[in-house]
């Protein structure tokens, strides 16, 4: 199923590497961007989460400089989240060879 929340380039009057669509997300889903993670697979998009205030985690092979020093993973898998009761536990799969 459709999330409840869907941002689109018809959304939005400036795409990546502008925060805007990070940040319309954000206000739609009625958080503060500041609390969010944003997963990404480009450069421009690394850059505008972490413009908009998120917490960015590299998805994939991408190498460029917003990717330097950012979790990564592979895929989705192994990833979970766990409401502790005042907030969401997020954990990434370590991956093999990763330096922690």
Same mark, same amino acid.
């Given at each position: 199923?459709?999330?409840?929340?869907? $941002? !689109? @380039?018809?959304?939005?009057?400036?795409?990546?590497?502008?925060?805007?669509?990070?940040? !319309? @997300?954000?206000? *739609? /889903?009625? $958080?503060?961007? *500041? #609390?969010?993670?944003?997963?990404?697979? #480009?450069?421009?998009?690394?850059? #505008?989460?972490? @413009?908009?205030?998120?917490?960015?985690?590299? $998805?994939?092979?991408? +190498?460029?400089?917003?990717?330097?020093?950012?979790?990564?993973?592979?895929?989705?898998? +192994?990833? !979970?989240?766990?409401? !502790?009761?005042? #907030?969401?536990?997020?954990? /990434?799969? $370590?991956?093999? +060879?990763? @330096?922690?």
């Amino acid at each position: 199923p459709l999330p409840d929340v869907v $941002v !689109t @380039a018809d959304d939005v009057r400036r795409g990546k590497p502008d925060p805007e669509g990070y940040r !319309t @997300a954000a206000r *739609r /889903l009625g $958080v503060d961007p *500041r #609390a969010s993670i944003v997963f990404e697979d #480009a450069e421009l998009g690394l850059i #505008a989460g972490r @413009a908009a205030g998120g917490y960015t985690v590299v $998805v994939g092979p991408h +190498g460029g400089g917003a990717a330097q020093d950012r979790p990564r993973i592979t895929d989705y898998r +192994g990833l !979970t989240c766990t409401d !502790t009761g005042d #907030a969401l536990r997020l954990t /990434l799969p $370590v991956l093999a +060879g990763a @330096a922690l």
